[in-house]
Each structure stands twice: as structure tokens, then as C-alpha cells.
């Protein structure tokens, strides 16, 4: 019903009195949440305050407790079982914490892979597809690795390969749980730019983050969450703060400025 | 992966070998046999001695070893799809073993031979429906719970089929020791088996991407639009389907399930096309079904007139083939 409002005034990602919880316990309650195109959000909170669970669940990966949560229109969970799927897959991509590969299998073949929703259930890899993936590949300086075989990879190219095949998935939702593990600072700011630019175009993301300097420079919104279903959203200038972090954390942090940046070191 | 002409063209040589198998079947054997009495045979011309030794015998066991090598290739590759594991084989969860307690408790009370079928089968079935029933109890399926259920199920039925052995009679023990080993000699009719190696490569081959998908993990697959819950319910169901049916036909033959896929794959993965299931079902069953018609020729005219039951050999020829490819893995990764 939602098709002929305009792209940009439907929320990418909408949650209303959301409840999610894993294992009994509760990671939030209440919470209103909404991601439009063009924003950049990211997730920032302890070990264990929910982070990943609640990005899972945004992604429609596991099912909510309570309230409702809505991916372009499409409401979850059921948007994420059946028939549906696929067109969810087209929406939105999910970067996993963890990468695995329990089969042999080429880096032109993993990002390829990316391509799934976007193809019919006889269609083949088109010559397309393949130049899609290779400057999916090229984005995260993996040119020339497209005949590498996955499993020699290092971690930090591994990493960057799901991130390749995340993009090659061209979704309008990126959901990234922790994008910069295993990689190195160059990489990291490399793959931050490379994602604030896809906001830039007109996609949303959001990303688990553990530095708040990182969430300062490249997200525009951060959402955080304080582990006893408590938790605090908006605009990074006006919620990243010396005082909300040492909350989050419950360690002191001190800000610092440079550059016109904004850093945080532990106290 | 390889593009879609280079597959068709690798499934077009794999099916001139699988013709090459069968013909070389028809023509080996104590009794001589020309190509002409062959091509009588096969355009069902009635003719002399050959002709009917043809029709009557090599060809029905031929396409009997056809349908089992490929049924079990088919269900290996399944089988290791859906626990992630280049090792899995269509035995693992304890399919085989169900099938061996019907069929030796069947041999056991002197029933006739398509009882035994009929009991090898509900052996099966039975071992599935367990297996899945106490793996799937709280929802949960996860790959360790699976595979454990399955092996102690497996463990059970091999000590019931060890306690039939033990007090069996004397006559029925040979009987009961080749159907453990796997044997072609008692394949009554080819057809069922061949009927349910079509429909199997029929039903899984629209849904080989997401195969290759659920192989990457079941996060990953999800979160690009695959239905993991189904996908593998359906998987699971329709390798013990497989499995079921190939082992009622010809016993527990042993390695074709598990080398075979992985000969394949790896011959895919040299050839830098990975494991892409779209090809990898297809070929399987192709060069499963070829060995076994192979390793069955060798079988009855090796040390002709007396038959060898076709497991021992293809457990012979695949634990050599078997060690060689774990020898070698280490260095893959270098």
C-alpha cells in the first residue's frame, strides 16, 4: 500500500514499542526507532547489552518479543519467512559478526553469492552479475583476489570479502554487525568511508560499533543501549557524549578533539 | 562456479560415460556376448541365448547399479550440504542401519524376498522418523544434535543387527553378510530405484542455489532469502528418501555416498568452479551411478563364476581413494 509514496518518506526500518529479549533476558523495551534513507546509525553498548540480538532481529533473522517492527514497509517477522524472503533480501543485507566457510569456494564465487535475491530460480550468474561483484570486490581493495581460494584468506580480507558480497547484494538497508572486526585501521576508515558514501546515495546503515570516535566521524544518529533494557537515541553530536558514554561503558571516558574530530579514550 | 554451457557440457560427457558403463555391463560376463546381440536386446528384438541373458539379467542389474550409485551419490551430497561437512555420508544418520535390522529381522524369520525389501524399507523409515523426531523434539537443529542423534541411533541398530547375526542359523548367515555388504544380485526390478533417482534430481536441482546458500551457513542463507527451517526439513526427508530406497534395492553398499561427492567437488574445485550445487547433484548422481555399475561388472566377473557382493569393492577401491584425499587436504590449505 506503501508503493506509490515516494521512496524516500517511508521509513527503511521502523520500530514501534519494540520489545526484544534472548534468553530471558530483556534487551529493550519500548523502543521507537526509525531509520529513513540517507541516515547512518550506529549501534554502540556494552558486551552482551543486546547489540547484535537487536540487529538480528531488525534484519528479521529471529522474531521479536513484543510491539512492531516494519523493514520498508515490509512487518517482521513475517516478511522474513516464505515467499517473502527474497524480496526482504532485496531490501535489506545483513553483515554477520562471524564469517565460515565449511567448503572449498573462490572469492569471485563468494561474492557472487550476494547475488541470490536478485536472481530467478533457473537463472544463472549473468556477465552483469559478475561485473557487480568484481567492483563489489574492487570497493574493498580486493581487486585481483577473484580466483583466491576463501579459505586463504587472512581475517582481515575474509572480513573485507563478506563486505564485498554484502554489497553486491545492493540492498537499501545495510545492517552491520561489528564491519571492522579483523581489520586494519587504513581498512577500517577505508570500509567506514566506502559505507558513509552508500548512505550518501541514498541507502541507510546501521552498525554495531565499539569505538565511539568511529561512530562520531561516520554516523550521523547513534542508538545506545545501556544492557537493563534502557536506551538512548538520536543524533551523534547530542548522544555521544563524555557523560552518556561513561554510562554505556561504566568506565570513565574522556573526549578529545582533533582535526574538528571527536575521540574517546578510556580515563 | 562454471557458467551454464560449460555444466550442461560436463553433465553431456558424463552421461556418454554413464552409456559407456552400462554397455561395457551388458557385454561383460561369463557368456559371450556380441555388440549386435546388444543392440537386438536393447531395441527388444527376441533372439538367442545372449538376447535373453541381456534383457533377463545384465541389463536389469545394470540399471539396478545404476540407480543405487546414484541415488547414494545424491544423497551424500545432500546429506553433506545439510550438516556442513565434507564427510557426511548418506550413513551417518543412522538410515542404513534401521534398513539392515528390517532386512536381517525380515531374513531371520525365513520371509520371502519382498518382504525383506518391504521390512528394509520400514527399517528405514522408522530410523528416519526417530532420528528426526528427537533431533527436531525442542525445535532445535542444530547440526551436533542431528548428527549425535543419528549416531547413536546408527550405534542401536548395529548391535541389534549384531545380536540377529549372532543367532541367526548357519545357512542364513551368508545371505545376511552380503546384504550388509551391499550386493546387486538380489536387485528385483530397476525401476522404482530409477523412478526415485528422477524425481529426486528433479525436485532438488530448481533449488541447487539455495543449496549452495544453506552450505555457507544458515545465518547467511536466511539473511539472503532462503528458508532455513523448510529447506532443510525437505533436505533431510529427501536424502533418507534416497537413501531408503537404495538400500532396499541393494543392501548397505558402502563409500559411493561419500567419495563420490566429494570426488567430484573436488575435481570442481580444481577446475576453479567450486562447489556449486547446480552441478555438483547432477554430475554425483551421474558418476555415482556410473561406478557402481563398474565396481558391480567387477564384481560378478572378477572371480567369475563365483560373485563378489559389490560393496566389498567399492569399499576396497574408496578407502585407498578415501585416504589419499584426507592425505592431501592439509596441503589445500598451504
Known amino acids: ?267 | 562456479m562454471p557458467s551454464r554451457r560449460r555444466a550442461l557440457l560436463v553433465l553431456a560427457a558424463l552421461i556418454g560415460l554413464a552409456v559407456l558403463s552400462l554397455l561395457l555391463a551388458l557385454v561383460a560376463g561369463s557368456l559371450p556376448v556380441s555388440v549386435a546381440d546388444v543392440f537386438c536386446a536393447l531395441s527388444g528384438g527376441a533372439g538367442g541365448l545372449a538376447v535373453e541373458v541381456i534383457q533377463g539379467l545384465r541389463l536389469p542389474r545394470a540399471l539396478a547399479a545404476f540407480a543405487c550409485g546414484g541415488l547414494l551419490a545424491l544423497a551424500g551430497a545432500l546429506m553433506q550440504v545439510l550438516l556442513k561437512n565434507p564427510l557426511a555420508d548418506p550413513y551417518v544418520l543412522g538410515i542404513s542401519g534401521g534398513a539392515a535390522v528390517g532386512a536381517l529381522a525380515a531374513m531371520l524369520a525365513g520371509l520371502a524376498l519382498a518382504f525383506i525389501n518391504l521390512l528394509a524399507f520400514a527399517g528405514a523409515f522408522a530410523a528416519m522418523l526417530l532420528v528426526f523426531g528427537l533431533a527436531h523434539g525442542d525445535s532445535s537443529w542444530t547440526r551436533s544434535r542431528l548428527l549425535l542423534t543419528g549416531v547413536i541411533v546408527a550405534a542401536g541398530c548395529g548391535a541389534v543387527v549384531a545380536l540377529i547375526l549372532s543367532i541367526a542359523p548357519e545357512d542364513g548367515l551368508r545371505g545376511m553378510l552380503f546384504w550388509l555388504m551391499g550386493d546387486l544380485g538380489h536387485a528385483v526390478s530397476p525401476w522404482p530405484a530409477l523412478t526415485v533417482l528422477a524425481v529426486g534430481l528433479l525436485v532438488t536441482l530448481p533449488f541447487a542455489r539455495e543449496l549452495n546458500l544453506l552450505a555457507r551457513g544458515d545465518t547467511l542463507a536466511h539473511a539472503l532469502g532462503v528458508a532455513i527451517a523448510p529447506a532443510k526439513r525437505g533436505i533431510y526427508v529427501l536424502a533418507s528418501l534416497l537413501t531408503a530406497v537404495a538400500v532396499t534395492t541393494a543392501g548397505s553398499i558402502g563409500f559411493i555416498g561419500l567419495v563420490v561427492p566429494h570426488l567430484v567437488r573436488l575435481a570442481m574445485i580444481r577446475l576453479g568452479w567450486g562447489n556449486d550445487q547446480r552441478l555438483l547433484l547432477p554430475a554425483a548422481a551421474l558418476v555415482g551411478g556410473s561406478l557402481l555399475v563398474l565396481a558391480d561388472t567387477l564384481a560378478r566377473t572378477v572371480i567369475a563364476p563365483q560373485q563378489l557382493p559389490v560393496g566389498v569393492l567399492t569399499a576396497l577401491l574408496g578407502v585407498p581413494v578415501f585416504l589419499f584425499l584426507l592425505g592431501r587436504q592439509p596441503n589445500e590449505r598451504q
Open chain 1, 1 to 267: 500500500m506503501n508503493a506509490s509514496e515516494p521512496a524516500m518518506n517511508r521509513p527503511l526500518l521502523e520500530a514501534i514499542r519494540l520489545e526484544v529479549g534472548i534468553g530471558g533476558h530483556r534487551i529493550c523495551r519500548d523502543l521507537d526507532w526509525r531509520v529513513d534513507a540517507g541516515d547512518s546509525w550506529a549501534i554502540l553498548g556494552r558486551n552482551g547489552a543486546g547489540k547484535s540480538t537487536l540487529l538480528a532481529t531488525a534484519a528479521g533473522l529471529r522474531a521479536q518479543q513484543g510491539g512492531r517492527l516494519s523493514v520498508a514497509g515490509l512487518e517482521l517477522p513475517h516478511a522474513s519467512q516464505g515467499a517473502g524472503m527474497r524480496a526482504m533480501a532485496r531490501v535489506r543485507g545483513y553483515l554477520s559478526q562471524h564469517q565460515i566457510d565449511p567448503f572449498a569456494s573462490t572469492v569471485m564465487e563468494t561474492v557472487l553469492v550476494g547475488r541470490h535475491p536478485h536472481l530467478g530460480r533457473w537463472d544463472w550468474e549473468s556477465d552483469d552479475d559478475r561485473r557487480i561483484a568484481a567492483s563489489a570486490l574492487a570497493e574493498v581493495d580486493l581487486d585481483g583476489f577473484a580466483e583466491r581460494e576463501v579459505q586463504t584468506l587472512s581475517g582481515g580480507e575474509r572480513q573485507r570479502l563478506a563486505v564485498a558480497q554484502l554489497l553486491a547484494q545492493q540492498p537499501q538497508l545495510f545492517l552491520l554487525d561489528e564491519p571492522l572486526t579483523h581489520l586494519d585501521l587504513s581498512h577500517q576508515v577505508a570500509v567506514m568511508d566506502m559505507f558513509a558514501r552508500c548512505a550518501t546515495a541514498g541507502a541507510a546503515i546501521v552498525a554495531v560499533l565499539h569505538d565511539p570516535g568511529f561512530a562520531a566521524r561516520y554516523c550521523r544518529q547513534a542508538l545506545l543501549l545501556f544492557g537493563n533494557d534502557e536506551w538512548l537515541a538520536g543524533p551523534t553530536d547530542e548522544v555521544i557524549t563524555e557523560k552518556n558514554l561513561t554510562r554505556l561503558y561504566g568506565h570513565p571516558l574522556r573526549e578529545l578533539g582533533a582535526d574538528g574530530r571527536r575521540w574517546f579514550v578510556p580515563g
